[in-house]
């Protein structure tokens, strides 16, 4: 009667650190989809700003992604973010508002909300970027990808691409440098000007946009700061930027971000 008693308590103490270890290593264990809880926790950022999602939640049985109501547009630009992030874009389950909750229980994700846009006649026509020599064909389309917040002092970074809705491939040879962008406050005021004394290298870049697809061209970097750099005030700003290069411009790209301190 002791031993039984003795083999209870020892089978009772060893019951919570088997289940402390086993919290421990989910964030690193595979699912059966092979990814891990860490890879599936980072799409979760990557979601903010896709206007056409209804929902979205961690399927923590087959170990995805699902995605709900995303149209075609806003599931290419998920997808850029997945590559960009180095994640893989299997990760995601894709569903239409039917298919709702046909793959199980599962947590649901935060979604960052999408800025309040600022009305196109707050943005100021007189620009600081430079715009020289002839348009880009109309088949490329300029966009801004990234993140939709970000915390002042925090450097952050954005992708320029170009998305050819043309019949054939485009290439361009430009510089490293050749896209710049200004900042706008909800005001219309341009608080950060396209730097004058940009440094930049004479690297010569070659850019493949091929038909249907969408290929970044460079990113930006922004801090939150003003052209002189002073820390500016929580708030909605527009990014705004241009590609300028192989003697031909883009169409402005402008993407909306919530500044917090």
Aim: hydrophobic share 40%; glycine share 12%; charged share 15%.
């Amino acid at each position: 009667m002791k031993t039984v008693l003795l083999t209870l308590s020892l089978l009772t103490l060893g019951a919570t650190p088997l289940t402390a270890s086993l919290a421990q290593t989910t964030a690193t264990s595979a699912f059966p989809s092979g990814y891990t809880r860490a890879q599936l926790d980072a799409v979760t950022p990557l979601l903010g700003g896709l206007k056409t999602m209804q929902s979205s939640r961690l399927d923590l049985t087959k170990g995805r992604v699902v995605v709900v109501g995303l149209s075609a547009v806003d599931r290419l630009t998920l997808l850029v973010r997945l590559r960009q992030a180095g994640l893989p874009g299997g990760i995601v389950d894709y569903q239409t508002g039917e298919q709702n909750g046909a793959t199980g229980p599962g947590t649901p994700l935060p979604v960052t909300p999408t800025p309040t846009p600022i009305p196109a006649g707050s943005l100021p026509d007189a620009t600081t970027l430079p715009m020289k020599g002839s348009p880009l064909t109309p088949a490329l389309r300029a966009g801004l990808n990234g993140p939709t917040t970000l915390r002042a002092g925090n450097a952050t970074l954005w992708s320029f691409t170009l998305t050819n809705s043309g019949n054939a491939a485009v290439n361009l040879s430009h510089g490293a440098c050749d896209v710049r962008f200004e900042v706008i406050s909800g005001a219309g005021e341009i608080v950060r000007p396209d730097p004058k004394d940009t440094l930049c290298t004479m690297q010569i870049v070659n850019t493949t946009v091929g038909k249907g697809e969408t290929a970044e061209v460079q990113k930006i970097r922004w801090d939150g700061r003003n052209g002189s750099g002073q820390a500016l005030p929580a708030g909605t700003y527009t990014l705004r930027a241009v590609f300028g290069g192989a003697g031909m411009h883009s169409e402005f790209a402008t993407l909306t971000v919530t500044l917090q301190n």
